[in-house]
């Protein structure tokens, strides 16, 4: 079965230093998602991103954090000077469009901020 | 803003036993959607829920969602050890692209 890949699994950062997050969605997924986790919370949103452009973004997704899709198969998200609250797992999901479909979500990146 | 809790937040139950886990959410959604986490790892996706009086079935696992009520239900039938994980119900907010998770329940099985 076809399914979202992240890398790297673990990432740990200084604070202040930028990190990027990679995702693969499945190949004819056309909508793509950021979520976050921290540690022992809810899942919350960041960010949703179709035909190359941001469609929703949350509260959380400030003007540190950016998401692109550079070549046609990954999906990143950058977070330019990390800070310590940053620390999480961050999802990457993808769905083949919007509406009574399942999102399909990657193993995820456990970023650790220092 | 829209609000989504789940109760219980923890579960232990023993393993045969039935129970029921609930979800409600503070406004109108197209869609109610439940996911099995276990530790440390992603998001399984176990139910779509998109009309009022839907219910699904998945082996020891039914979902149903009321509406008007704003609520879903995810019952366990004869719990065994391999169900212990996170569950978590998410409602996607009407007209939009995003989901808004419940603060999940942990259920253990115990022998």
């Known amino acids: 079965e076809p399914e979202v890949t992240q890398t790297p699994s673990h990432q740990v950062t200084q604070m202040g230093q930028e990190v990027i997050l990679r995702c693969v969605p499945i190949?004819?997924?056309?909508?793509f998602y950021w979520y976050r986790q921290i540690l022992g919370q809810k899942v919350e949103f960041l960010v949703s991103?179709?035909?190359?452009?941001?469609?929703?973004k949350s509260e959380i997704f400030d003007d540190q954090f950016s998401v692109e899709r550079p070549d046609g198969s990954n999906f990143t998200l950058k977070i330019r000077s990390t800070k310590l609250e940053d620390s999480a797992m961050y999802f990457c999901?993808?769905?083949?469009?919007?509406?009574?479909?399942?999102?399909?979500f990657g193993s995820g990146t456990q970023l650790s901020v220092l | 803003e829209l609000k989504v809790e789940q109760n219980p937040l923890f579960l232990s139950m023993q393993e045969g036993k039935n129970y029921t886990i609930y979800c409600n959410y503070s406004?109108?959604?197209?869609?109610l959607y439940w996911y099995r986490q276990d530790p440390g790892k992603s998001l399984e996706s176990l139910f779509v829920?998109?009309?009022?009086?839907a219910v699904k079935q998945e082996g020891r696992l039914m979902a149903s969602l009321d509406t008007k009520a704003r609520l879903s239900t995810l019952h366990i039938t004869a719990a065994v050890h391999d169900l212990s994980a996170t569950y978590f119900c998410?409602?996607?907010?009407?007209?939009?692209?995003?989901?808004?998770f419940g603060t999940g329940t942990r259920l253990q099985v115990f022998p």
């Open positions: 999901a993808s769905s083949p469009r919007t509406g009574y479909e399942k999102l399909f």
């Open positions: 190949s004819n997924h056309l909508y």
């Open positions: 991103f179709y035909n190359n452009e941001i469609s929703e």
């Open positions: 406004t109108t959604s197209d869609r």
């Open positions: 829920l998109l009309s009022n009086g």
């Open positions: 998410a409602v996607d907010i009407y007209g939009t692209d995003k989901l808004i």
